[in-house]
């Protein structure tokens, strides 16, 4: 096995000096941290061992309790933690999950999943001698159902690794799995935990490869589809692990510390354990994945020693480098050939009313105006109940029935956000994206960002249909207007997109090819020449041939297409860029990022917030839901009712935002 790891033995180790220099710095009033730092961060834990043991012969003091002593907070947790073993660490994380009221399932499925047999093995017997209890045991009295059985499973640590792989059990074990699943009603736990809880990685692996072309979807979609709760959390846990320990490990570090308020624990706790084995991989695939160094995002997430020490263990800034490690680079391709496999079903969240009428709704709507004050619930049921199609027909025997204009009466009864969401649901999409684009130009400042995502998300027919929809509202065409409000590449992008002119045929692997070696020969040309070929390909290639493109560019160059731009331009154009390469690889994704961007930190972004929700309920925001689940840990129902209650003090934005949402996950 290859070590890959940041922390290494130190040269000239001499554990009697190092136990002196330690004691020296807790000595008399205060501690030198820095020298206690320096010096645990760069010994490996082997090395650690033998200077708690000098230390005892010299001093006859126990250095962990000394340390414990002069240390305090998370800096002397992490401290603490870095001196002892990696099983007995291992052993008092389990048995702290374990302990007490609650249990800390996250922590029994990280370590169960990512650790191999020798590892789970010493945890095992170093959980023994630490508490006299089996682990086993204690696991057992605190988990229950599927979730218990997987996790007795993987601890007896006996998955095979003889590395030898029968082609036909492969097939078998892949046929066996979508028949214990996808084709059939209920699903059979017990052989999605037979197979994954036994097999060696790289039968698995072929296992995953060979599954996909029976069910036409990865594995990881189906147990998303099939299990539910800590079982699929430690399902899914197992799959990425044996996909990739240290991109499991890279997505764990990224959820420790986004969002408000780091989870310490975790990120102490694999900061330590990966530090000596792949640390180096685990950085590498954080920044293929998040476009960001782990180094940076530490750096941003925490402070004082405790930040100092973690970014010893770090080992360095990846921000500024360039190539994949050879691992790192196999699954930047796979992840391009998943993305293309990929035959996601876009589900919306708004659906037409049955028993649909439009004059009984016309009238209610206007009951629900009449008189003093407004029925803004009744207004909210009849609006985000019904599909866009079905509201223009409400607007039109609106109008015929009572001679009124119902997006007037709309407006005059409503006021604020709840006014926009209205409006916007009544509109078109056309009229609607139209008017998103003049409000993103109208005024001081541009709101770039609103014109990337709504000319990259639309398709041909959108555009077009937007473009007229600007012509007729504004006496204006939408492409001068991005020419009066925006200036160089950036506008000439836009004005690209704008077009409605991207191809919309498949992938051609041949001109892919071609495509891919064009952008590789463009990144050593000058930037102006660089972004110029880029928007040649990027803007006008169908997505099903970008996907293959970005595939192939990773052959080419051993980098990622992501990277390059990060790395090659800068400001709109990048944004530009990088929202074409995100759609293009998920763009549910896309809008599920975009939609927390809109929400995090002090105040909420409403229009991009309303512009999104509203674009999307009748598309794909039931897949948007998923992948902001996946990736922020908390559902975007939840997310909307927390982060819209301070702006809306009446609850019925919340209201109507949480309708089109249409479910809690």
Not at 36 to 60: H, M, N, P, W
Not at 164 to 192: I, P
Not at 474 to 479: A, G, M, Q, V
Not at 491 to 506: F, H, K, T, Y
């Amino acid at each position: 096995m290859v070590f890959r790891g940041t922390i290494t033995d130190a040269p000239d180790f001499d554990p009697s000096a190092d136990a002196e220099a330690l004691y020296n710095a807790m000595k008399g009033m205060g501690s030198d941290k820095e020298a206690i730092l320096d010096l645990v961060t760069s010994r490996s834990s082997a090395q650690r061992q033998e200077v708690i043991a000098a230390y005892k012969c010299s001093f006859g003091k126990d250095l962990i309790e000394d340390l414990k002593y002069e240390l305090t907070g998370k800096f002397e947790r992490l401290i603490v933690s870095l001196m002892r073993t990696p099983a007995y660490h291992d052993a008092k994380e389990v048995h702290d999950a374990v302990k007490g009221a609650g249990t800390n399932e996250k922590c029994l499925i990280e370590i169960l999943a990512s650790r191999n047999n020798k590892q789970i093995q010493d945890m095992v017997a170093a959980y023994k001698d630490a508490y006299g209890r089996d682990m086993e045991g204690d696991i057992i009295k605190d988990t229950s159902g599927h979730f218990k059985k997987m996790l007795v499973v993987l601890m007896q640590g006996t998955r095979d690794e003889s590395g030898v792989v029968d082609a036909d059990l492969v097939e078998q074990d892949a046929q066996d799995l979508y028949s214990a699943g996808e084709e059939q009603w209920g699903t059979d736990e017990a052989k999605f935990i037979m197979i994954l809880g036994s097999r060696s990685v790289t039968h698995l692996r072929m296992v995953f490869d060979a599954y996909e072309k029976i069910a036409e979807k990865s594995i990881e979609d189906s147990i998303k589809n099939e299990l539910s709760g800590d079982f699929e959390r430690l399902m899914l846990a197992v799959v990425q692990c044996i996909r990739s320990v240290p991109m499991f490990f890279a997505k764990c570090l990224y959820k420790s510390m986004k969002g408000l308020g780091t989870v310490d624990n975790t990120l102490i706790r694999i900061m330590i354990c990966r530090s000596e084995i792949d640390m180096l991989d685990i950085r590498e695939f954080f920044r293929l994945r998040y476009e960001k160094s782990l180094y940076n995002m530490i750096k941003d997430d925490t402070s004082g020693d405790y930040k100092r020490t973690l970014l010893n263990l770090c080992g360095g800034d990846d921000d500024l480098a360039g190539e994949f490690f050879p691992e790192a680079a196999q699954l930047a391709y796979k992840m391009w050939e998943l993305s293309a496999m990929a035959k996601v079903q876009l589900r919306p969240t708004v659906h037409p009313s049955t028993n649909f009428d439009p004059a009984a709704d016309a009238q209610a709507l206007r009951k629900a105006m009449k008189g003093f004050g407004t029925d803004e619930d009744a207004i909210i049921d009849i609006v985000a109940q019904r599909s866009n199609a079905q509201r223009q027909e409400i607007r039109q025997a609106f109008k015929s029935l009572l001679g009124r204009d119902l997006m007037k009466d709309l407006k005059s009864e409503l006021s604020k956000n709840l006014e926009r969401l209205i409006i916007g649901l009544m509109m078109t999409p056309a009229d609607f994206d139209a008017k998103m684009m003049r409000k993103a130009m109208e005024g001081a400042g541009t709101d770039e960002h609103s014109l990337i995502e709504i000319l990259v998300t639309r398709n041909n027919e959108q555009i077009l249909a937007m473009n007229a929809a600007y012509q007729d509202a504004y006496k204006k065409s939408l492409e001068n207007a991005i020419q009066s409000e925006t200036s160089g590449h950036f506008c000439r992008i836009l004005v690209s997109l704008v077009q409605g002119a991207r191809e919309e045929g498949p992938e051609d692997v041949e001109r892919a090819n071609a495509d891919a070696q064009e952008l590789a020969e463009a990144c050593n040309a000058d930037s102006d020449d660089m972004e110029m070929k880029f928007m040649s390909i990027l803007c006008t290639r169908s997505f099903p041939h970008l996907r293959r493109v970005f595939q192939e560019f990773v052959r080419y160059t051993n980098k990622d297409i992501e990277q390059i731009i990060k790395k090659e331009t800068s400001g709109d154009v990048r944004n530009a860029f990088f929202a074409i390469v995100r759609s293009v690889k998920n763009q549910p994704s896309y809008f599920a990022d975009r939609l927390y961007k809109a929400m995090k930190g002090l105040g909420t972004d409403d229009r991009a917030l309303i512009r999104i929700m509203v674009s999307r309920s009748e598309v794909d925001l039931f897949n948007i839901r998923k992948e902001f689940k996946d990736t922020h840990e908390v559902s975007l129902h939840e997310f909307i009712q927390v982060e819209t209650m301070l702006s809306d003090t009446s609850g019925d934005y919340r209201k109507t935002l949480l309708l089109l949402c249409g479910g809690e996950d």
